[in-house]
């Protein structure tokens, strides 16, 4: 279908990939991943036929249809969203009409002449394609792909320029797969979807009847969709069977086997170099030594790559805050005439991990400024806990910057006391080496902006960090390294991100924002996804922790915290004096359990502070995660009993 051979292409006087050949096939499902800076997007370009090769070739079937998507930059003007869509179909609908022309005529000429013929094969024609555009089913399929990505139906109706510039490439995206060309190329289609968009759009892509390659920084994205993974790596195109896993286990076994191949290779080379060197002057040994001169000049080196650069970097461990770090109290937000948040209640406690989720527009970012007290509430208090130091990233960062500012001078503005060479290794760290440090920030790509902006937040220790999607413009790898920072961080965190394997790998809390309230779950991104899709409400999960732990469960229900209403009036049955002995003994294991399992998770996190080695650092890790599951159960279902025996009327 699409043929790269021998494919070479440079960024001005950077080789980005040379050598490439690939054969893109009609059920092409692959995922193109690299770091940042190795030429994913402009491979991508070339396949799109949008830039073209410095060498080789690249050959196209006859016939073939490719749709591009690019990361932004997109604008559409002067129709309706609805009728935007719809406009990819204009030649089906101008054959619409030609049907009723060609239909005429045939009625007219005869069977038996060549111009019926012609016709006749022209109405064959169009009869096929408007069956294969399932004409009369269009208005369904255009709404079926907007109500997918988000668009409501009021939005349907809507001048395209009316929308910002993530929702304008939500239309691109809609038009492309609206169209279904032969071979789709997205570049980064998650960048400006939620989750539940996103959701959406793993599902469409799992049952696209035709080819797509596309590059994600979304590793469960990848592995949802694709089948292959295609890796720009070392100047070179490499290709592997499987989703992204697959592939991380595949490149370090390849990686290995290069590794014993050059080794082997290496002793062979100096066998035959010893060999010669020590026999070249003898004449009983000529034959055997042109042997070898030919065997060595035979011989295709082996080149064992650098390692990949990426970010090497920790959060500075802050001192510790209260236990509790963050109250909000009937919390409210208006933005005339639109109420985004009313009368939101919620406790942050002390090593929290929390993932902030929800459909764009319900209030995450507004809710997330306020916690960070950059923004005021309409109604309500956020109240910090004792000792307290909150820091915050907003996913726009780099906009506060000052462009005309040089790097290291900003950052040292920022951190008068840090020593400079300690603030040149930070930079370093995140990939700012040489002079890139004297560069202006406004010179910075975005991805370049948002790892400074990462940088300097570093220089300023805080123990209550709140992050606007982090991840964005991060590749890959750079993603797992920050993830592994903050598991290790012993501060609390409260994070908004819309990529799938970053929450799963880091929430102990799910707070979702819709409909004006705030609903908390317990665990992961998983765990909030089987108890919204009908899993029993209750702590099941950290139930059977507690239980493997020998520590007694009393089941309690999903806290939920939304709009407050009035508590209607209920009539409390009695229990009997055993059952209310039983509950009295329970919240005071409780009360005597919690501080101690309190006093384990300090000591803890203390000691990550003092790092070991590697694999102390991971039992530790798994330890606390384990203890703040535990605790977080153990005072659900005290605060439930207390809640019992006051309505009972009976004393602890």
Same mark, same amino acid.
């Given at each position: ?7 070479? @292409? ?49 050959? $196209? ?42 239909? +005429? ?53 809507? =001048? ?49 009847? $035709? ?37 991380? @286990?595949?490149?370090?076994?390849? $990686? ?31 034959? =055997? ?17 650098? +390692? ?17 770090? #963050? ?75 000052? %462009? ?75 993603? +797992? ?31 979702? #924002? ?7 779950? %317990? ?28 520590? %007694? ?100």
């Amino acid at each position: 279908m699409l043929h790269l051979a021998d494919g070479s @292409k440079r960024f001005g006087h950077k080789l980005l990939f040379e050598g490439a050949n690939w054969l893109i096939t009609p059920d092409e499902r692959t995922g193109l991943v690299g770091g940042n800076g190795t030429g994913k997007s402009t491979l991508l370009k070339v396949l799109a036929g949008v830039e073209q090769l410095d060498g080789g070739q690249l050959n $196209r079937s006859k016939g073939l249809t490719i749709g591009y998507l690019p990361q932004d930059g997109l604008v559409m003007r002067g129709k309706t969203v609805f009728e935007e869509c719809l406009s990819v179909f204009h030649e089906a609908l101008s054959m619409d009409k030609e049907m009723d022309t060609l239909s +005429d005529q045939l009625a007219h000429f005869d069977p038996a002449s060549p111009e019926y013929a012609a016709v006749a094969d022209r109405f064959s024609l169009v009869s096929d394609t408007l069956q294969q555009h399932d004409l009369y089913n269009l208005d369904a399929q255009v709404g079926a792909v907007l109500g997918g990505l988000g668009f409501s139906k009021d939005d349907w109706r809507r =001048q395209t320029d009316e929308f910002s510039g993530g929702w304008q490439m939500r239309i691109a995206l809609a038009k492309l797969l609206l169209e279904k060309p032969s071979l789709l190329l997205l570049d980064e289609p998650t960048n400006h979807l939620d989750l539940e968009t996103r959701n959406w759009l793993e599902e469409y892509l799992r049952s696209y009847p $035709r080819a797509f390659i596309l590059i994600s920084h979304d590793r469960y994205f990848l592995d949802v969709t694709v089948t292959k993974i295609t890796e720009v790596w070392n100047k070179r195109v490499w290709f592997y069977t499987g989703g992204y896993e697959k592939y991380v @286990k595949q490149k370090t076994e390849r $990686r290995e086997q290069l590794a014993k191949d050059y080794a082997n290779q290496r002793d062979r080379i100096e066998q035959l170099e010893a060999f010669i060197n020590r026999f070249r002057f003898q004449a009983t040994k000529a034959k =055997q030594v042109q042997s070898r001169i030919k065997e060595l000049d035979r011989i295709e080196r082996i080149e064992v790559p650098e +390692d990949e650069e990426t970010i090497h970097f920790a959060f500075p461990q802050p001192p510790a805050s209260g236990r509790t770090v #963050c109250e909000v109290t009937n919390l409210s937000k208006r933005y005339d005439p639109k109420q985004i948040l009313s009368n939101v209640n919620f406790t942050i406690e002390r090593g929290d991990r929390i993932a902030l989720v929800g459909p764009n527009g319900a209030g995450k970012s507004t809710l997330i400024r306020m916690l960070s007290k950059l923004e005021e509430p309409t109604t309500g208090s956020v109240r910090f806990g004792h000792n307290v130091v909150a820091d915050y990233f907003a996913q726009d960062q780099y906009k506060v910057l000052d %462009p005309n500012a040089k790097m290291l001078d900003d950052i040292n503005a920022s951190a008068p006391k840090v020593a400079p060479v300690e603030l040149r290794n930070l930079l370093g760290a995140f990939l700012f080496a040489g002079d890139d440090v004297y560069k202006q920030l406004g010179v910075l790509s975005g991805g370049e902006r948002n790892r400074y902006a990462l940088a300097r937040m570093l220089v300023s220790p805080a123990n209550f960090i709140l992050l606007d999607e982090p991840t964005n413009h991060l590749d890959l790898r750079a993603k +797992d390294v920050l993830l592994e920072a903050i598991r290790a961080f012993t501060g609390t965190v409260l994070f908004v991100s819309h990529d799938r394997y970053f929450i799963d790998g880091l929430a102990t809390r799910v707070f979702e #924002c819709d409909h004006g309230g705030v609903q908390v779950y %317990p665990g992961n991104y998983e765990d909030y996804l089987w108890r919204k899709n009908g899993g029993p409400e209750s702590l099941q999960a950290a139930a059977i922790e507690m239980q493997r732990a020998h520590i %007694p469960v009393v089941e309690t229900p999903v806290a939920v915290i939304s709009p407050v209403t009035t508590p209607a009036v209920v009539n409390v049955k009695k229990l009997n004096p055993i059952k209310l002995k039983q509950m009295q003994d329970r919240i005071r294991f409780a009360e005597d359990e919690m501080p101690r399992m309190e006093d384990r998770m300090t000591a803890l996190e203390t000691a990550m502070g003092n790092f070991v080695s590697a694999e102390e650092s991971q039992k530790q890790t798994a330890e606390l995660a384990t203890l703040r599951k535990q605790h977080e159960a153990l005072m659900l279902e005290w605060e439930e009993l207390s809640t019992q025996l006051e309505e009972q009327g009976a004393a602890v």
